[in-house]
């Protein structure tokens, strides 16, 4: 046989210990007692699945809302808005679409993503946008 140099298994234990409901060594008063990481119930964890999926519905929303915003300003050029201002006001709804879009994305990786500290940065960007895109709606004068 191979020699298994110093590596041996250790001996079944054929009794185990009485669980008393207490734990063998109780922490000191004042000390934090700390249980292993494979015991703990992790909240929010994501998935690099989840990640991936969530990454190329992101790459898809965005190739479906440039089309929207190059169509948008087009329409708008047809209805007699001066060219650079149907071009922003297509750049601002692309930018208040990404971002209303990209809340639903950030509940789908991890639900600990929707908390205020993601959704309202991205909820008050895509209402500024969307309030900009309108402002720039009006036809130009003659």
Do not use: H
Not at 79 to 103: D, E, H, M, Y
């Amino acid at each position: 046989m191979a020699d298994n140099k110093g590596f041996t298994l250790p001996e079944p234990v054929n009794n185990p210990p009485e669980n008393t409901g207490t734990p063998a060594n109780p922490p000191a008063s004042g000390t934090l007692a700390v249980t292993p990481a494979a015991e703990q119930a992790v909240i929010g964890m994501t998935n690099t699945k989840d990640i991936a999926i969530a990454g190329g519905l992101l790459l898809v929303m965005l190739m479906v809302l440039l089309v929207v915003r190059s169509n948008y300003a087009t329409w708008r050029v047809k209805n007699r808005v001066a060219p650079s201002q149907a071009n922003a006001s297509g750049w601002f709804l692309f930018l208040g679409l990404t971002a209303l879009g990209g809340i639903p994305l950030l509940g789908f990786v991890s639900s600990a993503l929707l908390g205020p500290l993601y959704t309202i940065p991205l909820g008050s960007l895509a209402a500024l946008c969307l309030i900009a895109s309108i402002a720039t709606f009006s036809p130009r004068k003659n």
